[in-house]
């Protein structure tokens, strides 16, 4: 929904309900975690870390279905012609504007895909991912995929945090209060926030297909 008025000086209307904030600000924490665990070989934090951020992730998408009217894919998905348009005439939004519904994808696409080949990733000394011996002889290209993919991960988390900046600060939107808050300046949706139990319930079930996968993947045979 295009804003155009001064009513985003008093944020009133929800958009962005909780399920949506509580996943978005695991992000900055769970991949920070992530990167430190990765990097200093804490294996037994990266694997539990990891499985948090793929059902988080994953609990994210199904909330782009079944969630709270702002959240949904068909909701901010732009058309081509809307994206163009915005290009060209630029405008406020109380969800995201086409741009940030790109950003979003990407983000999302690129977490998913990180925490999914780090399943099947292995480091070849000491820590397997659950799935490494299901991939086969995919877990080698996997395991470079995990390494490639993060570092794309990082440059588009740079780019966020740069158009986030950009937007708040240049251009005045208070994205960031309402990410926070979870409030916008102009009424945006026709019904209610979808209660946070909704996507308690989804990640759970994410969490128990999880755990029962990893229960029944086959450890990779010990050469040692
Ligand atoms: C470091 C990892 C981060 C990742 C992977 C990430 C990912 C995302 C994603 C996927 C969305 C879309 C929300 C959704 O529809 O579910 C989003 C939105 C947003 N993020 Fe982040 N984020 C990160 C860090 C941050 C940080 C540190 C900040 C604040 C400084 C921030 C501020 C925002 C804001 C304000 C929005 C709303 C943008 C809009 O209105 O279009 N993010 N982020
Ligand atoms: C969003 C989630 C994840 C992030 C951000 C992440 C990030 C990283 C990073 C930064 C490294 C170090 C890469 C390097 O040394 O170049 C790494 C290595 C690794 N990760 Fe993850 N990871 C994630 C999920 C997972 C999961 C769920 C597993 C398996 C349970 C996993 C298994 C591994 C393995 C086996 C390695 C070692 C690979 C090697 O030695 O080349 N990762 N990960």
Redesign the pocket.
């Known amino acids: 929904m295009n804003v155009t008025d001064d009513a985003w000086r008093e944020p009133r209307f929800p958009v962005w309900d909780r399920a949506v904030r509580l996943i978005h600000w695991s992000f900055p924490i769970?991949?920070g975690l992530?990167?430190w665990s990765?990097?200093q070989g804490r294996?037994d934090v990266?694997?539990w870390v990891?499985?948090s951020?793929?059902c988080l992730v994953m609990t994210r998408v199904a909330w782009g279905f079944v969630g709270s009217e702002p959240t949904r894919f068909t909701h901010f998905v732009p058309s081509p012609s809307g994206l163009l348009r915005y290009l060209k005439e630029g405008g406020e939004y109380a969800g995201h504007n086409p741009l940030g519904a790109l950003s979003a994808l990407v983000l999302l696409g690129l977490?998913l895909t990180?925490?999914l080949s780090?399943?099947m990733?292995?480091?070849?000394l000491l820590?397997?991912?659950?799935f490494s011996y299901w991939a086969g002889d995919l877990s080698g290209t996997m395991?470079e995929w995990?390494?490639i993919n993060?570092q794309l991960?990082q440059g588009f988390v740079a780019l966020h945090l740069v158009s986030v900046g950009w937007y708040q600060w240049r251009k005045r939107q208070p994205l960031l209060q309402a990410m926070w808050r979870g409030k916008a300046g102009h009424k945006h949706a026709r019904s209610a926030p979808k209660p946070l139990l909704g996507a308690i319930a989804i990640l759970l079930a994410a969490a128990a297909v999880l755990w029962g996968l990893v229960s029944v993947a086959p450890e990779a045979p010990s050469y040692y």
Do not use: A, I, K, N
Not at 121 to 124: F, G, M, N, P, Q
Not at 127 to 130: A, T, Y
């Open positions: 769970g991949l992530m990167w990765g990097e294996m990266h694997q990891g499985y951020l793929l977490v990180q925490s780090g399943t990733s292995r480091d070849d820590f397997e991912g659950p395991t995990h390494e993060w991960l």
